[in-house]
């Protein structure tokens, strides 16, 4: 398994796309194989979600994350976990044992009705 954290230095960002960087964790029977830092390569609609699932990635967490990139990512069968915060050492050790704490999504995006305008 590979998970992608969104990161704003040594803590977990408030919004997936805006975030500096990607702490990217590849795990395997519960162990931390390999532990890097990426970049944040852009933040355009669509684009995030089909870069880091060409990147391995089958889970990100993030302080938040409109609805639709939420379904973007189920697209390419990458979980996304919202409402996470906190240092990422810590998130990835509650990961690891299965004690994620989540709450509300931290990005406000109001969703559009088009029958509205």
Do not use: W
Not at 85 to 95: A, P, Q
């Amino acid at each position: 398994m590979k998970i992608a954290i969104a990161t704003d230095g040594t803590q977990v960002a408030n919004h997936f796309g805006r975030c500096q960087s990607y702490t990217i964790v590849e795990i395997e029977n519960n162990e931390i194989l390999k532990k890097s830092i990426i970049d944040n390569p852009g933040h355009e609609p669509g684009f995030l979600p089909k870069f880091l699932s060409e990147k391995g990635v089958n889970c990100i967490l993030a302080g938040g994350m409109g609805p639709r990139a939420i379904n973007l990512f189920e697209e390419k069968n990458v979980e996304a976990i919202v409402g996470v915060h906190g240092s990422i050492d810590k998130v990835i050790e509650d990961f690891l044992n299965h004690n994620i704490e989540v709450g509300d999504s931290k990005c406000s995006h109001e969703i559009r009705d088009p029958k509205r305008n």
